[in-house]
Each structure stands twice: as structure tokens, then as C-alpha cells.
């Protein structure tokens, strides 16, 4: 491919030579606009009804007496106290792998690009769920989980980021939103699928069918991802322009000349030379993406870096949201429903009947996010969620201190209001904002340690829950209080707002604090923030001089 001259003495940006034009055409998608948005949707949609459903699965699992036939381990009596331990151990043990799966993402989610990445955990997990589903000692289906683990680990550290690059800034939170929403669908077809096989209680068949069931959507989402592009923020920092500016092309359906896909390409370019070749004194141009690619390696030493970047400052908000997503105490729900509604006093196909109605309720409560992520922005809904959660662990703890009929009754009643507010603020929430908040060069690293944050504490809590209702009863409510409580001022103080701006502008957003001194947080509210790859906004990234015209196109 021959590159175009550039005259070194002009700050113009040059038009694209023939040779890259019909590069680009080459690339040309058949799938535009809707339809390839709504396919993206719907096959990232796949992989967190996968993520949901193999969190709910085991829930109704733990007490099905085919299920305790063949690991006597997971029965909890007072002959053996320690078995509430173990069977704590059975659901959390799925955490370690999927942390263990986030944490590779650092060295192979940048080497694969997104596509594969997804791909690849997509083949492990169906290895761990066949595994799981032969398994017939307790030392097996521990490992199966684990391996079931790491390839659910691989996925919600690359979904999140995948969906969120290919998603224009205006549908980003609704879109992600959707994905959380999947979740909770995940969680409620695995809990009415348990139900339904709960009646067969001669056969194995109770409990290996739910955990081969997660098979097929695995296989949609290896299959469906063939079908879709790669990443355009990662095709430029894999010195890819000219697929990247076919890939921006077809998702805002417009023409490669379209004055805002070639913003867009500007502005992805520039984020990949800031962040991989620290500052230039002219505006990248086409010629200029081709022929300098981000070929440097993320060192983690980048990620404790400061500066206009403020890398540091925004790794840490994406790993401290998803700590704070888990110690909300919404584990204690999802894993352990069935048997908190019969430590109520609730018997056992009822607690299950009314486990799966939790579930049902909790996916119709995620939708209302969905309506209100752009309207009302990440902060609000965050801070509504934990104020709600907060107060209904308190009412939870009061409740359990008087354990009468009537109070078991509204108790019952309050873990479904729990997963309301969980669901309009936290649920999808958590897979947004790390996506969001962070720099291009940065993503795949921060959201490997940020996912790797929300299946440590996941591990955490699904480990604690069992011996502390044994120990404290509903005392435990009380320890989860507090948390809810303390989360409230940290998202106040702390956490941006990222509504309405496109991943590149969020560089401007600290940038300009870092230059003014204040906080990203008091910056993010503004609206006299520059546009990512207009010239102002190069000028504050130190990318042109002020000579530089925002207005040329390539």
C-alpha cells in the first residue's frame, strides 16, 4: 500500500490516497445501522443471559434431592455444621475461576482483540458446564465450576467493553442497560427451568439438565459472534484504520465522508496516540494512523500513572464500582434464594415457587433502568439504588430481631423490593461505568482488574453468607447495611458522570480537571466541555497546536 506524502510544513490533515479509500471499501459490512446494532445486542445479550443463568442455576440446585443424593457434602445439619461452609465453598469456588479468567484478560484480551477473546471463553465454559454436568464427586464438580469460572471470566471482562465500543454515545447506557437486564433473565429462566425439573426427583436428570441447558447459549454467542465485526477502538490500536473506519461507517450508517464518522475515526485515533505515543505537535492524519500503530505494550506500571490521563484515578472507579456492586449483599439473593425463603419458615416448593417469582420480578424491575440510564444519567441511579438498598437491609435486620409470622411474611416481601432497587441502579450499572470511564489504551487491562474485583468480592460474600446466617442470623442484614450505607457518600464524592459523552470524550473530561485543578466529578456535570477531536479538545490533550483547523476533513 503506497501512504501519501505529507507536506511537513502544513497543519492541514490530508485527504486519504485511492489506496485507502478502497481499502476501506473492502472492508464494507453487509449488516448497517439498526440491524447491526440490534445483532450486536442481541449476541453480547447472549453471553450475560449465559453470565445470569449459570449464577442462578445452582441456587434451586442446592436443596434438590437428587442433587444431595449425589453430594451429601452441600447438606447442612447440625451433625455436620461444617457443611454449611462447604456448601458455601460449591457456589463461591465458580467465583475463583471467573477471577482467574478476568486477570488473564490482562495479557490475552489486547493480543486476541474482543471477537476472540469472547470466543475463546465461550469454548471454556461449555467444557466446564459438559464437566459439571458428568460430574459425580464433590472434588469434580469443584473443578468443573472452576473451569466454568474462568470462561465466564474471560467474557464479562471483554463483553462489556466490546458492546460499549461499538455503541454510539447517545444509546451506550441503554444498550449496556439491556445487557443487565439479560442478567436477570438469565437468572430467571435458570430458576423456572430448576422448578420445573424439581419434580423429577428420580432421575439425575433434576439437576445435570439445568447445568447443561447453559450450552446453548454458549453456542449462540461463538456462533453469533462470527458474524460481527471486531472492536473499531481496537482495530486503530492494532493499526487497522482502514477496517476500524469501515466498522464506524456501518454502525452510524452513514458514508465514510460523513463529517461525524470522520470525527469519530479523528477522535479514536487521537486517544490511541495519546495514550500509546504521548502527545503529537500535529493532528494525526490518515497517513499518520496508517504508518505510526500503537505498537507498545501496556506496562502496569501505566495503570498507577497520573497526569491529564489520570489513569490511576480511573482504573480505581471502575474496580471499587464493581467491589461496591457485591458488597450490596445482592448475592445473598441470587445464590441463596430458595434457602433464605425457607429459613422463613416458607416450605420447600413454595420457597421455590416464590424464588422463581423473585427472579421473574427482578427482571421486570431492570427494565425500568433501561428507560432511565440517558434520561437521568450513572450517578443518580446509583445513588437511588444504594439509598434503597440501604434501607431495606435495615427494615430486613428489624424484621428478623422479632421473627413472628407477620414479619417473616413482610420479610419475604422485602428481598423482592431489595432487587428492585439493586435492578434500577447497580445491576447493569457496573458493567458500564468501567467500560466508560476509562482510556482506550487503559480498557483492557482496567476491565480485566475491574471484573477480577467483582468476582473477588462475589467470592467474598456467596463464601460468608452461609456460615454467618448460621453464626448471626439476621444480624447478617446489619453487616450489609452498613455497606450500602457507606457506598452512598463514595458515588457522590467520587464517581463522574458519563452520560451523554462518547469513551474519547471522557479523556477530555479529566484532562480538563487535571489542567483546572478541580474534580473530574464537578467537570463531568459541566456542558462547556469540549467535543473529543474538536480542535480545543486536541489543544487541551496537547495533540495539535492552535493553529490546527477542527473543521478539515481527512
Same mark, same amino acid.
Given at each position: 500500500?503506497?501512504?501519501?506524502?505529507?507536506?511537513?510544513?502544513?497543519?492541514?490533515?490530508?485527504?486519504?490516497?485511492?489506496? #485507502?479509500?478502497?481499502?476501506?471499501?473492502?472492508?464494507?459490512?453487509?449488516?448497517?445501522?439498526?440491524?447491526?446494532?440490534?445483532?450486536?445486542?442481541?449476541?453480547?445479550?447472549?453471553?450475560?443471559?449465559?453470565f445470569?443463568?449459570?449464577?442462578?442455576?445452582?441456587?434451586?440446585?442446592?436443596?434438590?434431592?437428587?442433587?444431595?443424593?449425589t453430594?451429601?457434602? *452441600?447438606?447442612?445439619?447440625n451433625?455436620?455444621?461444617?457443611h454449611?461452609?462447604?456448601?458455601?465453598?460449591?457456589?463461591?469456588?465458580?467465583?475463583?475461576?471467573c477471577?482467574?479468567?478476568?486477570?488473564?484478560?490482562?495479557?490475552?484480551?489486547?493480543?486476541?482483540?474482543?471477537?476472540?477473546?469472547?470466543?475463546?471463553?465461550?469454548?471454556?465454559?461449555?467444557?466446564?458446564?459438559?464437566?459439571q454436568?458428568?460430574?459425580?464427586t464433590?472434588?469434580?464438580?469443584?473443578v468443573?465450576?472452576?473451569?466454568?469460572?474462568?470462561?465466564?471470566g474471560?467474557?464479562?471482562?471483554?463483553?462489556?467493553?466490546?458492546?460499549?465500543?461499538?455503541?454510539?454515545?447517545?444509546?451506550?447506557?441503554?444498550?449496556?442497560?439491556?445487557?443487565?437486564?439479560?442478567?436477570?433473565?438469565?437468572?430467571?429462566i435458570s430458576?423456572?427451568?430448576?422448578?420445573?425439573? #424439581?419434580?423429577?426427583?428420580?432421575?439425575?436428570?433434576?439437576?445435570r439438565?439445568?447445568?447443561?441447558?447453559?450450552?446453548?447459549?454458549?453456542?449462540?454467542?461463538?456462533?453469533?459472534?462470527?458474524?460481527?465485526?471486531? +472492536?473499531?477502538?481496537?482495530?486503530?490500536?492494532?493499526?487497522?484504520?482502514?477496517?476500524?473506519?469501515?466498522?464506524?461507517?456501518?454502525?452510524?450508517?452513514?458514508?465514510?465522508?460523513?463529517?461525524?464518522?470522520?470525527?469519530?475515526?479523528?477522535?479514536?485515533?487521537?486517544?490511541?496516540?495519546?495514550?500509546?505515543?504521548?502527545?503529537?505537535?500535529?493532528?494525526?492524519?490518515v497517513?499518520?494512523?496508517?504508518?505510526?500503530?500503537d505498537?507498545?505494550?501496556?506496562?502496569?506500571r501505566?495503570?498507577?500513572?497520573?497526569?491529564?490521563?489520570?489513569?490511576?484515578?480511573? *482504573?480505581?472507579? !471502575?474496580?471499587?464500582?464493581?467491589?461496591?456492586?457485591?458488597?450490596?449483599?445482592?448475592?445473598?439473593?441470587?445464590?441463596?434464594?430458595?434457602?433464605?425463603?425457607?429459613?422463613?419458615?416458607i416450605?420447600?416448593?413454595?420457597?421455590?415457587?416464590?424464588?422463581?417469582?423473585?427472579?421473574?420480578?427482578?427482571?421486570?424491575?431492570?427494565?425500568?433502568?433501561?428507560?432511565?440510564?440517558?434520561?437521568?444519567?450513572?450517578r443518580?441511579?446509583?445513588?437511588?439504588?444504594?439509598?434503597?438498598?440501604?434501607?431495606?437491609?435495615?427494615?430486613?435486620?428489624?424484621?428478623?430481631?422479632?421473627?413472628?409470622?407477620?414479619?417473616?411474611?413482610?420479610?419475604?416481601?422485602?428481598?423482592? *423490593?431489595?432487587?428492585? #432497587?439493586?435492578?434500577? !441502579?447497580?445491576?447493569?450499572?457496573?458493567?458500564?461505568?468501567?467500560? =466508560?470511564?476509562?482510556?482506550?489504551?487503559?480498557? !483492557?487491562?482496567?476491565?480485566?482488574? +475491574?471484573?477480577?474485583?467483582?468476582?473477588?468480592?462475589?467470592?467474598?460474600?456467596?463464601?460468608?453468607?452461609?456460615?454467618?446466617?448460621?453464626?448471626?442470623?439476621?444480624?447478617?442484614?446489619?453487616?450489609?447495611?452498613?455497606?450500602?450505607?457507606?457506598?452512598?457518600?463514595?458515588?457522590?464524592?467520587y464517581?463522574? =458522570?458519563?452520560?451523554?459523552?462518547?469513551?474519547e470524550d471522557?479523556?477530555?473530561?479529566?484532562?480538563?480537571?487535571?489542567?483546572?485543578?478541580?474534580?473530574?466529578?464537578?467537570?463531568?456535570?459541566?456542558?462547556?466541555?469540549?467535543?473529543a477531536?474538536?480542535?480545543?479538545?486536541?489543544?487541551?490533550?496537547?495533540?495539535?497546536?492552535? !493553529?490546527?483547523? =477542527?473543521?478539515?476533513?481527512?
Amino acid at each position: 500500500m503506497h501512504s501519501e506524502a505529507v507536506d511537513p510544513t502544513s497543519t492541514e490533515p490530508k485527504l486519504p490516497d485511492d489506496d #485507502f479509500q478502497a481499502e476501506v471499501a473492502s472492508h464494507a459490512l453487509a449488516l448497517r445501522g439498526t440491524k447491526l446494532t440490534m445483532s450486536l445486542a442481541f449476541v453480547t445479550g447472549a453471553g450475560f443471559t449465559l453470565f445470569g443463568y449459570d449464577q442462578g442455576v445452582m441456587s434451586s440446585l442446592l436443596t434438590a434431592k437428587q442433587f444431595e443424593r449425589t453430594f451429601p457434602q *452441600v447438606v447442612v445439619s447440625n451433625a455436620h455444621r461444617n457443611h454449611a461452609t462447604l456448601q458455601s465453598l460449591l457456589v463461591a469456588i465458580y467465583e475463583i475461576g471467573c477471577l482467574i479468567g478476568a486477570l488473564s484478560n490482562l495479557w490475552v484480551g489486547d493480543r486476541l482483540g474482543r471477537r476472540r477473546t469472547i470466543i475463546l471463553g465461550g469454548i471454556i465454559m461449555i467444557v466446564g458446564a459438559i464437566l459439571q454436568a458428568t460430574a459425580f464427586t464433590f472434588s469434580q464438580i469443584l473443578v468443573a465450576r472452576v473451569i466454568t469460572g474462568l470462561g465466564n471470566g474471560l467474557n464479562t471482562s471483554t463483553v462489556p467493553s466490546y458492546h460499549a465500543e461499538c455503541s454510539p454515545a447517545t444509546k451506550r447506557g441503554s444498550m449496556i442497560m439491556i445487557e443487565g437486564t439479560l442478567i436477570t433473565f438469565g437468572i430467571m429462566i435458570s430458576y423456572w427451568i430448576d422448578f420445573a425439573l #424439581f419434580w423429577a426427583d428420580n432421575s439425575s436428570a433434576q439437576w445435570r439438565v439445568p447445568i447443561a441447558l447453559q450450552i446453548l447459549l454458549a453456542l449462540i454467542m461463538i456462533i453469533g459472534i462470527n458474524f460481527l465485526p471486531e +472492536s473499531p477502538r481496537w482495530l486503530i490500536k492494532a493499526n487497522r484504520p482502514a477496517e476500524a473506519l469501515a466498522v464506524i461507517s456501518a454502525l452510524d450508517d452513514k458514508p465514510v465522508s460523513d463529517p461525524e464518522v470522520q470525527r469519530t475515526f479523528r477522535a479514536i485515533t487521537e486517544s490511541v496516540i495519546l495514550e500509546g505515543h504521548g502527545t503529537r505537535d500535529k493532528y494525526p492524519t490518515v497517513a499518520k494512523a496508517k504508518s505510526r500503530p500503537d505498537t507498545t505494550k501496556v506496562s502496569l506500571r501505566e495503570l498507577f500513572s497520573g497526569g491529564p490521563s489520570q489513569n490511576f484515578r480511573r *482504573v480505581s472507579l !471502575g474496580i471499587v464500582i464493581q467491589c461496591f456492586q457485591q458488597i450490596t449483599g445482592i448475592n445473598i439473593i441470587t445464590y441463596y434464594a430458595t434457602l433464605l425463603f425457607e429459613r422463613l419458615g416458607i416450605s420447600d416448593t413454595k420457597s421455590r415457587i416464590i424464588a422463581s417469582c423473585n427472579a421473574t420480578e427482578y427482571f421486570l424491575a431492570s427494565l425500568v433502568a433501561i428507560a432511565l440510564i440517558e434520561r437521568i444519567g450513572r450517578r443518580k441511579l446509583m445513588l437511588f439504588g444504594a439509598t434503597g438498598q440501604c434501607l431495606t437491609m435495615v427494615l430486613l435486620a428489624i424484621l428478623g430481631s422479632v421473627n413472628t409470622s407477620a414479619a417473616r411474611i413482610v420479610s419475604a416481601v422485602m428481598l423482592f *423490593v431489595f432487587n428492585s #432497587f439493586f435492578a434500577v !441502579g447497580w445491576l447493569g450499572m457496573t458493567w458500564l461505568y468501567p467500560a =466508560e470511564i476509562v482510556g482506550l489504551r487503559m480498557r !483492557g487491562p482496567a476491565n480485566a482488574l +475491574s471484573t477480577a474485583s467483582n468476582w473477588t468480592f462475589n467470592f467474598l460474600v456467596v463464601m460468608i453468607t452461609g456460615p454467618s446466617f448460621q453464626n448471626i442470623s439476621w444480624k447478617t442484614y446489619i453487616v450489609f447495611a452498613s455497606l450500602n450505607a457507606f457506598i452512598i457518600p463514595a458515588v457522590y464524592l467520587y464517581f463522574p =458522570e458519563t452520560a451523554g459523552r462518547s469513551l474519547e470524550d471522557m479523556d477530555v473530561v479529566f484532562a480538563l480537571a487535571y489542567h483546572e485543578r478541580t474534580s473530574p466529578v464537578v467537570v463531568s456535570l459541566r456542558k462547556d466541555v469540549p467535543l473529543a477531536g474538536s480542535a480545543e479538545a486536541n489543544k487541551l490533550l496537547g495533540l495539535q497546536s492552535n !493553529g490546527d483547523d =477542527e473543521n478539515k476533513d481527512f
